[in-house]
């Protein structure tokens, strides 16, 4: 649930607020399933009807493919039955070489 503090347009959150909430959902899902932390390399996000505030929202988040370096990862937000937005993501973990 988001307080009123969030507010884009009336009794809804702004967009922004919601694709930084994915970013940081999407990075959790990966760096928990995979042990090692990737940087954020792409992040779209749909949006698929208003986001109310004050009300509670639920986020999902999976990852959709892995492979060495680069995984992919999607989500959603929900309100209730009906979807809010939806989110995916590139992370690329840092190769050996660079030392990060």
Known sequence: MLSPLYEGPPQAVHGGY???????LLGAVQSLAQGSTGYTAKLLVR???FTPTTKK????????KSTGRRISV???CHD?????????ALFLRPSPESGQ
């Open 47 to 49: 949006y698929r009807s």
């Open 80 to 88: 209730g039955e009906r979807l809010c937005s939806e989110a995916e």
């Open 74 to 76: 999607r989500a959603t």
């Open 57 to 64: 929202l639920v986020f999902r988040g999976w990852i959709t």
């Open 18 to 24: 919601i694709a930084g909430l994915f970013d940081e």
